[in-house]
């Protein structure tokens, strides 16, 4: 955003309003990436207590859906590591580094087990009804969230200046995304 002076020159807007700008679009996003999920979680949650849910032996191991979540933990930790021990305005690129992998490794995950669900379990659309439809659905918002939160993490980690604001706006995104997998973990796992 930009303003004039008295003289009618162009001035650029003061970094502080900047910032403040920026968190205003990350709030907003996260609400609305939160609402949707929310709406999906509702609607999978009013249908399984109508009983067109399968019974938890139905599926297979919650092993490999445990484990995406501690993925998910865990790069929230280091992601918080990072900006502590932050010396001078760059955090170390060994924490970002453990950050972005241990996001890719949960999205990798997240893929391995919904290929497996859909080849191997016969878990398809239309076919296997409202539980597909919403683990499909409540999978497909959360990862597309996950995907740019990681993003905004590999721009910070890939720039040559102060990254501080930049993974202090992916922070909330990170744990957003973390609660959401709860609640698919929840609604779609536990019996």
Not at 2 to 28: I, K
Not at 77 to 91: C, E, I, K, M, Q
Not at 138 to 159: D, E, P
Request: hydrophobic share 55%.
């Amino acid at each position: 955003m930009s303003t004039t002076d008295p003289s009618g020159t162009l001035m650029s807007a003061s970094p502080q309003r900047a910032e403040a700008n920026l968190w205003f679009g990350v709030v907003l996003a996260h609400a609305a990436a939160v609402m949707l999920f929310c709406a999906v979680a509702f609607a999978a949650n009013f249908y399984r207590m109508r009983g067109f849910w399968p019974p938890a032996s139905a599926l297979p191991g919650r092993f490999v859906p445990t484990a995406a979540g501690v993925l998910l933990v865990a790069g929230g930790a280091l992601l918080h590591g990072a900006l502590r021990r932050a010396s001078g305005p760059r955090p170390s690129r060994v924490w970002l580094l453990g950050v972005l992998c241990s996001g890719a490794g949960f999205l990798a995950t997240q893929a391995a087990w919904l290929h497996v669900l859909w080849w191997h379990r016969d878990l398809r659309i239309p076919d296997s009804g409202v539980f597909a439809s919403a683990l499909y659905g409540l999978s497909a918002v959360q990862a597309a969230h996950a995907v740019v939160v990681l993003t905004g993490v590999l721009r910070a980690t890939l720039r040559g200046l102060d990254v501080r604001a930049p993974l202090r706006r992916a922070l909330p995104g990170w744990w957003c995304t973390t609660v959401m997998y709860g609640v698919l973990f929840a609604v779609v796992y536990l019996p």
